[in-house]
């Protein structure tokens, strides 16, 4: 079977040319409705007010609430053109002109067409309105307060909270600085740093904690409007490093050196003042320092004399241990109320000389000299006590150089156990003696 068609067979066809003609029409009339038709869409854009380049921003207003509002914009147009905007293609408005200084205010909204494409109308913003609050920049410092009221430490264990130590961000020295609206800075009293989760603790141990602001009532001030200085926490969030410390009564102690028998076990010779302290530190660094920290040193009789009645000597307190009462020094009086001095000459010789660790094989001459010898002890003793009573040992320390010899010579005191010498105020002690040594 053959089928013999032709293009001019087909334009001939009656029927057929109607329905053909009927699709082109329709294809035309889409075309053309696709290309000018209108209709309405909506836009959403973020609006960010400011009082830049206003006349109540030139004398410092500014925006603190209200600002960043979502707005809804309506714009009429040919499809063509309306579904290829977006929301750089509009731009929102405020009219400022009623804002006249610190409160809320109504801000009327508009738009405005940004950009290159400009065949389109808008017609509608949504809100109309915005509702903004304005006032001046203000700042202020603050010291930081913990709140460890609801922190316990275990019982039993002895110890007690330490000071509590807030870090964080902006934090200096224990210190923030806070900006935000004058109306709201200047309510602010104080800065505690409120421990979101509070514990019972038996160890140093790190807290999360708010950053809140209170009035000088107590009462808590809103600062969503403000923001603290360096701080990036969203949330005002800081750490609270709270220790634990043990406190420890510390005695203190003290040693002499070279001092006389008689006085050795007088309970009223010396006083020591405060006798003890109180210290509170971290269990390790109290167990480390207490030991340390209650020796007072070692007295030299050999050079305490008439005008060190009374000492005054600063206690070494490493970082980190406190003292309960905030004792820094102790005082040392020595009862020498009726206590004196005097000079004795002493002519040094054999019979009241002696010399200890002489090196084998060598000897020695004791050239003639005379010395005179301080002692400070009670006055009954010194009025009676004379140069028979003194003698000299010379240490030779096993040197066996040869040739005049300078030597140190130690002076007893025999017959009066309230008597001793006094060599000077610091090292050597001694006096200086001569001998030749072969």
Not at 208 to 214: F, I, S
Request: include cysteine; glycine fraction near 8%.
């Amino acid at each position: 079977m053959k089928f013999n068609l032709s293009f001019n067979k087909l334009l001939h066809n009656y029927k057929l040319m109607v329905i053909v003609s009927v699709l082109t029409a329709l294809a035309i009339w889409a075309a053309v409705h696709s290309v000018s038709g209108e209709d309405v869409i909506t836009i959403s854009k973020t609006a960010n007010l400011t009082l830049d380049n206003t006349y109540v921003g030139s004398t410092g207003l500014k925006i603190f609430s209200g600002a960043s509002l979502q707005v809804d914009i309506k714009v009429r147009g040919s499809l063509f053109v309306i579904y290829k905007l977006n929301e750089s293609n509009i731009e929102i408005r405020g009219d400022f002109n009623d804002i006249k200084g610190v409160g809320d205010w109504d801000v009327t909204l508009s738009a405005a067409k940004s950009g290159d494409e400009t065949d389109y109308t808008i017609i509608e913003v949504i809100p109309r309105k915005a509702r903004v609050f304005c006032d001046y920049e203000d700042s202020k410092t603050f010291t930081i307060t913990p709140n460890i009221k609801n922190v316990a430490i275990k019982e039993d264990t002895g110890y007690q909270l330490g000071p509590p130590v807030v870090q964080g961000e902006g934090i200096e020295n224990g210190t923030i600085k806070i900006h935000g609206p004058k109306s709201v800075i200047s309510r602010i009293a104080a800065i505690s740093a409120e421990i979101d989760q509070p514990g019972t603790i038996s160890e140093v141990t790190t807290f999360q904690a708010t950053l809140v602001a209170y009035d000088e009532k107590g009462e808590p001030v809103d600062i969503s409007l403000c923001e603290f200085e360096g701080l990036t926490s969203a949330d005002n969030k800081v750490n609270v490093i709270v220790p634990v410390h043990v406190k420890r009564r510390v005695d203190f102690t003290y040693k002499f050196n070279n001092i006389p028998s008689g006085l050795k076990n007088l309970s009223n010779f010396i006083k020591v003042s405060p006798s003890h302290i109180e210290i509170i530190g971290t269990p390790e660094q109290v167990e480390t320092f207490a030991d340390d920290i209650a020796n007072l040193g070692t007295f030299d009789f050999n050079h305490i004399g008439l005008e060190d009645r009374q000492k005054k000597i600063e206690l070494n307190i490493p970082q980190g241990i406190g003292v309960i009462d905030g004792t820094t020094e102790v005082t040392v009086t020595f009862n020498m109320e009726n206590f004196t001095s005097k000079t004795i000459d002493l002519e040094m010789n054999s019979s009241n000389t002696s010399v200890i660790r002489r090196p084998a094989g060598r000897s020695y001459q004791l050239a003639t000299q005379k010395i005179g010898v301080k002692l400070i002890g009670s006055k009954q003793s010194i009025e009676k006590i004379k140069a028979s009573n003194l003698s000299a040992v010379i240490d030779m320390a096993d040197d066996p150089t040869t040739g005049v010899r300078e030597f140190r010579a130690m002076i007893r005191v025999s017959g009066f156990d309230d008597v001793w010498v006094y060599y000077g105020e610091s090292e050597p002690s001694g006096y200086q003696i001569y001998m030749n040594v072969s």
